[in-house]
Structure formats: structure tokens, C-alpha cells
């Protein structure tokens, strides 16, 4: 399953927590991403990175940070200024921004109450 | 901002019947469309891809075709089974090497 792995699986926690999930990928993939999946709106992009310790800001950045600091691992958190955390995270990796195919991992669910 | 329209949102068909699933974008630079489908509970995993160049690609029982004049493409998956039961994301590339994903469309496949 391509090697990209998120942990945990599932998460929980109360509201007003900063919470950091997990992606690591052996691929030796420069590019990485995070999606949000909700149900019927498809896969909306918060961040990626092209290469390690640069990343930009996606369609839904806001209330969430993420770090680059070393190439396998691309750790997102999600503040408490996110107003609706409720939902399933996904991570991607390709080979370099816009080149070949994006594997994801297997998600992670998160819930906030 | 760019943005990747899929339509139906659900698709139902009979066992042995074709499925057609269609999408727009808006970034006349887009040069990549891959399409992905999703098992319940799974991640999503790419079915197959069509770069601009080409305006059709074909892989056994799925063909997408290209019409980038009208900005659309579609998958066509031939002769269904249970198994194609899933969700299917159709996708186009962005600047910065992002993908823009469609809504999505949940197809059901009836033995």
C-alpha cells in the first residue's frame, strides 16, 4: 500500500485541544499533502510541501499548522482555532509536486467534542 | 480559484452495464487528471490517469477520455461488477503541482 503510514487511526479529544497527527512515508518522496475528507465534499487540500522545510498553505489552511522539518515525516496539528475538527484526515505523497501519482495513506478519524 | 465540478453525486447500475462518470475543471493549465476510487472505510487509490496530451486512455474495462477544448473528462467503466461499488474521485492538477479533487460520486453496482 505504498508505503505511507498515518497513526492513529482513530482520535479523540475534547475541544479547545491542539492535536498532531501523524504521516511518515519511505517512498523518498520530496512531495507530501494533507487532505480533509467530509462526506460529500470530496478531498479539500490544507497544506503540502514540496521539499523539506518549505510548505504552503491550502484551500482550508486555516486552524491548522504543519512542519517539514525532515523529509519522511510531515506532522499536522490541528489547533483550537479550528472551528470544525470533526472529520477524516488523509495523507499523500508523490515524487515531486505535480509529477506522478499521489499515494495516500490510510487516514486518520478524528474526533472533537 | 480553481475548482473541479463531478457529476452525478450517486450512480446506480446494474451488474454487466456501463458507468459513466463526468467532471469539469476551470484551470486551462491543468495538465493532469487522475481519477481514484475509494472503498468504504479505505484510502483512496488511483485507477488510472490522462495527461493533455493524450484524449483517451484505456485499462481493460476503464477508459477516461479528454475534451480539453470543452474543459471536461470522464471515466467509463465498461461491463460493472459488485466489486467497482465504491467512491470515485475525479481530479485536476493545479499550480505548485496541487491536485484539485471533484465532490466525489458513490456508485453502486447491483448483482
Known amino acids: 500500500d505504498g508505503g505511507i503510514t498515518q497513526s492513529p487511526k482513530y482520535l479523540f479529544r475534547k475541544e479547545g485541544q491542539n492535536v498532531t497527527l501523524s504521516c511518515e512515508q519511505n517512498l523518498n518522496h520530496d512531495a507530501m499533502y494533507w487532505y480533509r475528507q467530509d462526506p460529500g465534499q470530496g478531498l479539500r487540500l490544507i497544506y503540502y510541501s514540496q521539499i523539506v522545510n518549505d510548505f504552503q498553505k491550502g484551500d482550508i489552511a486555516e486552524g491548522y499548522s504543519v512542519s517539514r522539518e525532515k523529509k519522511e515525516s510531515f506532522p499536522l496539528t490541528v489547533t483550537s482555532a479550528q472551528k470544525n475538527p470533526t472529520a477524516f484526515y488523509l495523507c499523500?505523497?508523490?515524487?515531486?509536486?505535480?509529477?506522478?501519482?499521489?499515494?495516500f495513506g490510510p487516514g486518520t478519524r478524528l474526533t472533537v467534542t | 480559484g480553481e475548482n473541479v465540478e463531478q457529476h452525478p453525486s450517486t450512480l446506480s447500475v446494474q451488474e454487466g452495464d456501463s458507468a459513466v462518470i463526468k467532471c469539469t475543471y476551470s484551470?486551462?493549465?491543468?495538465?493532469?487528471f487522475p481519477w481514484y476510487k475509494q472503498e468504504l472505510g479505505k484510502r483512496p487509490q488511483l485507477i488510472i490517469d490522462?495527461?493533455?496530451?493524450?484524449g483517451e486512455k484505456k485499462d481493460q474495462r476503464i477508459a477516461v477520455t479528454l475534451n480539453k477544448t470543452a474543459k471536461h473528462f470522464s471515466l467509463h467503466i465498461t461491463e460493472t461488477q459488485p466489486e467497482d461499488s465504491a467512491v470515485y474521485f475525479c481530479a485536476a492538477s493545479s499550480e505548485g503541482g496541487k491536485l484539485i479533487f471533484g465532490q466525489g460520486t458513490e456508485l453502486s453496482v447491483k448483482p
Open positions: 490522462i495527461r493533455s496530451n493524450v
Open positions: 499523500a505523497s508523490s515524487i515531486g509536486a505535480g509529477k506522478g501519482e499521489q499515494y
Open positions: 484551470d486551462s493549465a491543468s495538465n493532469y
